[in-house]
């Protein structure tokens, strides 16, 4: 009997002590929760922003693999990379938004030509066309660090209208603007972690 109450008692020694264990871990989780739920918020955020813009400017916005993607950011003439003013008031809001309530964002500007001209003329031009948007970003307010430019030139699997050039090709002819990071926001931002010297 006496053997059995002593076992009785370790047994619940050792619930105490795992329970006690599970409790210090829960604490570090709600934390987590915490700071993705911030996160999901600001991404909600970020996409209804983008979605507002979407309707005001009549451009696509689609999300894939949790990056936000602006695919008519500007369109150009062919052999040119020269920003019209038709498309400075979408490329403004969209500086303003990144601006307000993301200011830590990663914007890639993405170039694209349409199939006329060689291959790697036309890599040049689509960067052109992708520096020329991020130029405009920069001076509208966004820092330099957070906007990146790239081409994708005449590539493929990336054309709006397969082999198209002209007049039809204008589609081709374009800027994506991708939030690649959409940072924590301002309003939204989790506060630092406490840390210890080690």
């Known amino acids: 009997m006496v053997t059995r109450t002593f076992r009785n008692a370790g047994l619940v020694v050792a619930l105490s002590a795992v329970t006690l264990a599970g409790c210090s871990s ?10 993705i739920a911030d996160l999901r918020a600001t991404d909600q955020k970020l996409q209804g922003q983008i979605d507002s813009l979407s309707q005001k400017h009549d451009a696509l916005v689609t999300q894939l693999a949790g990056r936000v993607r602006v695919e008519t950011g500007a369109h150009f003439a062919t052999g040119d990379a020269t920003l019209s003013d038709q498309d400075k008031p979408l490329l403004d809001d969209f500086a303003r938004v990144v601006k307000e ?6 914007i890639t500007v993405e170039g694209f030509t349409d199939p006329a001209g060689s291959a790697p003329a036309n890599r040049r031009l689509g960067l ?49 603007l991708v939030v690649d990071y959409a940072g924590v926001g301002q309003q939204n931002a989790a506060p630092a972690p406490e840390t210890s010297g080690g």
């Open 26 to 35: 829960y604490i570090k989780r709600d934390e987590f929760d915490s700071t």
């Open 128 to 176: 052109q066309r992708a520096q020329s948007v991020r130029d405009y970003l920069v001076s509208s307010g966004l820092g330099a660090e957070q906007v990146r430019a790239v081409s994708y030139g005449e590539d493929q699997n990336r054309q709006v209208r397969a082999g198209a050039v002209g007049e039809s090709g204008r589609d081709n002819r374009r800027v994506s």
């Open 101 to 106: 309530s993301h200011s830590d964002a990663l």
